[in-house]
């Protein structure tokens, strides 16, 4: 199974950058996407951006010209470079792998607040 870690969450003001980095390791010969997802307290979780192994993305228009996300195929790294950051924004953010066999993996999530 996939492994995923996490990192680069925190605290940071609005207007403000963050980027969130995700590591995959283990039988990673199968990855098809990868990408992030996030969770507001008292909202479901919801797609922010996904990129598939040949390097198309897909991204939330909540977050169009914001975000960008990259992919580093060769150390199955995604990263979310995340920019001009709104209150709104506040989640915990959740990577996401999904395998060509269908299978989804999950990395335990990383908070990201966004507050003055």
């Known amino acids: 199974q996939v492994q995923l870690v996490e990192s680069g969450g925190g605290l940071v003001q609005p207007g403000g950058s963050l980027r969130l980095s995700c590591a995959a390791s283990?039988?990673?010969?199968?990855?098809?996407?990868m990408g992030w997802y996030r969770q507001a307290p008292g909202k479901q979780r919801e797609q922010v951006a996904l990129i598939t192994n040949r390097g198309s993305t897909n991204y939330a228009d909540s977050v169009k010209g914001r975000f960008t996300l990259s992919r580093n195929n060769a150390k199955n790294m995604v990263h979310l470079q995340m920019d001009v950051l709104k209150p709104e924004d506040t989640a915990v953010y959740y990577c996401k792998v999904q395998e060509y066999s269908g299978r989804v993996n999950w990395g335990q999530g990383t908070q990201v607040t966004v507050s003055s």
């Open positions: 283990g039988p990673t010969y199968d990855i098809y996407t």
